[in-house]
């Protein structure tokens, strides 16, 4: 009877490690290979800054990229003087063809006036916040977004 008990414990102790596993963002998945470049496993979102994010972005983003990520809908036309429209954040903009760290200097530094009227934000919002509207952001993208973007971020470093 007692060797049910002690089963039952390393059971118990399995899950609860793998629990971990997945809890500490530790890649779980397999190793991802594009243009014969491979980088780690995807790793998971830290769901907390998913949740610190999300009403950041309304505050910040939401105005010209859309309460709900989408952009502006004519975002793929530039304009007579010459600038970009808010693209979208989600999957449908091009947002995660680009680097962490490209993205991060982005939001921090804001656009080239001569072509765009987003602002930075580094003297209004901290490197941890700005890191949670980027994983909100991500939040919203498909499995190969995800994928692709973590690689571009990756395969760098
Ligand atoms: C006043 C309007 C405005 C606000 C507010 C704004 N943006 Fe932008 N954003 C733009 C415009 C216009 C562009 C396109 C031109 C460019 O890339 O700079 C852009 C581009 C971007 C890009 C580059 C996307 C790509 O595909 O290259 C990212 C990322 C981004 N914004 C994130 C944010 C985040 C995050 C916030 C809030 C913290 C924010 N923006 C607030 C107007 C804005």
Redesign the pocket.
Same mark, same amino acid.
């Given at each position: 009877m007692r060797r049910i008990w002690y089963l039952l414990l390393i059971l118990i102790g399995i899950i609860l490690v793998g629990a971990l596993f997945i809890w500490r963002n530790i890649p779980v998945g397999e190793p991802i290979t594009i243009n014969g470049i491979t980088v780690p496993a995807l790793p998971t979102l830290d769901q907390d800054l998913v949740v610190q994010g999300e009403p !950041?972005?309304a505050q910040? =983003?939401a105005? =010209? +990229?859309g309460a709900n990520l989408e952009g502006v809908p004519d975002w793929k036309t530039i304009q007579p003087d010459g600038?970009?429209?808010?693209?979208p954040?989600d999957s449908s $903009? +091009?947002?995660w063809? +680009?680097s962490d760290d490209l !993205?991060f200097s $982005? /939001?921090a530094d $804001? $656009? *080239?006036p001569s072509?765009? *009227?987003?602002?930075g934000?580094r003297d209004i919002?901290t490197d941890e916040e700005?890191n949670s /509207?980027?994983t909100f /952001?991500k939040s919203s993208w498909g499995q190969e977004e995800r994928e692709f973007q973590w690689w571009i971020s990756a395969k760098d470093q």
């Open positions: !950041l972005y910040h =983003c105005s =010209c +990229h600038k970009y429209l808010p693209p954040q $903009g +091009h947002t063809h +680009h !993205l $982005g /939001i $804001g $656009g *080239d072509y765009s *009227d987003m602002p934000f919002l700005m /509207i980027l /952001i």
